[in-house]
């Protein structure tokens, strides 16, 4: 005969509980874990280089949409031995010790991080084919003063054209800088490059992959062509690359990291009362301004005017940085 049931059976009966994994703020603590430096990045995975071996890594998943660059150091944990079909794990990167930053335009809320722990931005120009563009040398040096690296001027191509004519403009600036020809010796440079680790941007078709050969002979980096009609060059580095410099006798070692060719450079992460610091010969003359002057092209009484009149201050100068800031606070590229 079945049992029947009454109103008082639910005070003994007892639901029955989930069996679930009890929750935890501990975090792994990856003691086992091993520094590696970023040598390149290539649709989510990384290649490192590790104890002198390269090995490929992936993003663990505790690292969430943080950024791992080019030049970052990192400690991986896993198969860390290089062998073919192996992958580690990236848990953990490094504080940063300097960051080089560029957003889209100016007009682009969102800044994207180029490379990281880098000393020293070389700025690659040619002197011609194609034309020299000093408003993107001054966009990159902000970037370098922004960014606390050190910056070079590198001029390409001399065999076309004198760099005097630049280099006067930036003299003053006491921006230090080489001038290399095509198929001449890159001594100069490597000089430069030594102890630092260097990053080299600069347009397509300026030289920058042939310097990089000429640097490191193994690189194999693609030389691209400068259009005859638009006088662009071709982007040929498709992502970043970090790369030994061969030991010198007498030199420190170095490190250079090949960009793809750009061709703006947005300071949409620089503020724009900052801007003048990337300028000290100018900034001297401005420390007479009247309270709020952002040293504009309307600003009155502004100490920038006042050393034009006088004939203290190179107007190509002046020029470069107000047109510099005039396209910042417009939000539009100059």
Known sequence: MSRRYDETDHESYERPRRRTRPRTKDRPSYDE????????????????????????AMKSRPLGRKGVVVGDRVRVVGD?????????????????????????????????IIVSNASQLVIVTALADPEPRPRMIDR?????????????????????????????????LGVPWVVTKRGD??????????GHTSVMVGHSGVGKSTLVNALV????????????????????????????????????????????????????HVEPELLIEA??????????????????????ECGLDAALE????????????RRLLAARESKHED
């Open 33 to 56: 874990a091993v520094e590696a430096l970023v040598v390149t990045v290539d649709r989510g995975r990384f290649t490192l280089l590790l104890e002198g071996r390269i090995v490929m």
């Open 80 to 112: 860390v031995s290089g062998d073919d079909g192996t992958l580690a794990r990236i848990v953990e990167v490094v504080p940063r010790t300097t960051t080089l930053r560029r957003t889209a335009d100016d007009d682009d809320p969102v800044e994207r």
């Open 140 to 172: 990159c040096l902000v970037a370098a003063y922004a960014s606390g690296m050190q910056p070079l001027l590198c001029l390409t191509k001399a065999d076309l054209r004198d760099p005097e004519e630049l280099l006067s403009t930036y003299r003053s």
């Open 185 to 194: 010796d890159v001594s100069a440079i490597r000089e430069q490059l030594a």
């Open 217 to 268: 002979p193994d690189a194999h980096r693609t030389v691209g062509h400068v259009n005859a009609v638009t006088g662009r060059g071709r982007h040929t580095s498709t992502s970043a690359y970090l790369l030994a410099l061969p030991e010198t006798e007498g030199q420190e070692p170095g490190w250079i990291i090949d960009t793809p060719g750009i061709r703006s450079f947005g300071l949409a």
């Open 279 to 300: 300028f000290p010969d100018l900034e001297e003359m401005t420390e007479d301004c009247p309270r709020g002057c952002t040293h504009g092209f309307t600003e009155p």
């Open 310 to 321: 006088a004939g203290t201050t190179d107007p190509a100068r002046v020029e470069s940085f």
